[in-house]
């Protein structure tokens, strides 16, 4: 999804028998603004991806040529996930657009990896908070990734 301003997506169920690869869950790309995600649950390996991508911009210019847009992800909340044995459950990458004012409430996820903050040259991943979050690494060494080269500023982990 991208250029979406007051969105509300709820009770959403990722669950198939037959597993893909390369597949997110929710992605939302540039200019996906004051939004709610609630109710969302993944079960038995899906969505084989992340399952909440925050790609405000990428490198791969195959994007744009899918009619997505690069730009700022603002004024979102997430509340009430669950997954069950999902690749990564949090992604929030930027190369220039700013990703800022984004809450995640109540999260319960095993995953390979629960959240991964990739920057590369911006610095403003601003008020991000992660609040009453229960994760379980299925691949213990990789619970939170950070991306070394820059450092991650103003995001939180409350409870």
Known sequence: MCKVDGFDFRRIRFFSANRLPNQDGLHLN???RNGLIEDVEAWRGQSNDDLLAFN????????????????????V???????????????????????????FENIDAEAACFCEIER??????????????????????????????HP??????EN
Do not use: W
């Open 56 to 75: 405000a911009d990428d490198v791969a210019f195959c994007d744009l040529e899918q009619d997505m847009a690069f730009g700022p992800i603002e004024n």
């Open 30 to 32: 540039g200019f996906c």
């Open 120 to 149: 590369t040259r911006t610095n403003e991943l601003a008020h991000v908070v992660f609040r009453n979050v229960k994760a379980r690494a299925s691949c213990p060494s990789y619970v939170l990734g950070f991306d070394a080269n």
């Open 152 to 157: 991650v500023e103003d995001v939180r982990f």
């Open 77 to 103: 909340t997430v509340r009430n996930v669950r997954a069950e044995n999902c690749y990564g459950a949090v992604r929030l990458l930027s190369v220039d657009s700013p990703i800022r004012n984004v809450r």
